[in-house]
């Protein structure tokens, strides 16, 4: 007997510019309930993997669909980092109705360069402007 709440969502992740990972990126794909605006948002599935090479990465992410309520928002989140440094991520929302997706789910992700790195860390390292 097999177990039929358990889901699947293809996706592909995408670079909006080059799309070439180091040997030891680590690619951080989840499925997260983003329907409370004022609350942080609850994660249903998380998929971690190495991975190399250049993009497209196509994968498939498992999800319990007994955990899903069609009457909330949820979102597919990318993450891709090499030993803590983040090097791309989703910077535009990816909205998704798990139960009503057919075929692949396409993500982009955005490299990010230094200086947003030091926002992201919350290091801006600017003088403060003297009046």
Known sequence: MSDTSIQSLNIEIVASNDGTLPPSALVQVSLEDVSMLDAPAICHAQLRLRCAGTMPINLHLNYDSRQIDPRNTYA????????GQLLYINSSSHVVEPDKVK?????TVDKIDSMSDEIHDGNW???LAEH
């Open 103 to 107: 075929g692949t789910v396409r993500v």
């Open 125 to 127: 390292d600017l003088p």
């Open 76 to 83: 597919l989140m990318v993450r891709i980092e090499q030993d």
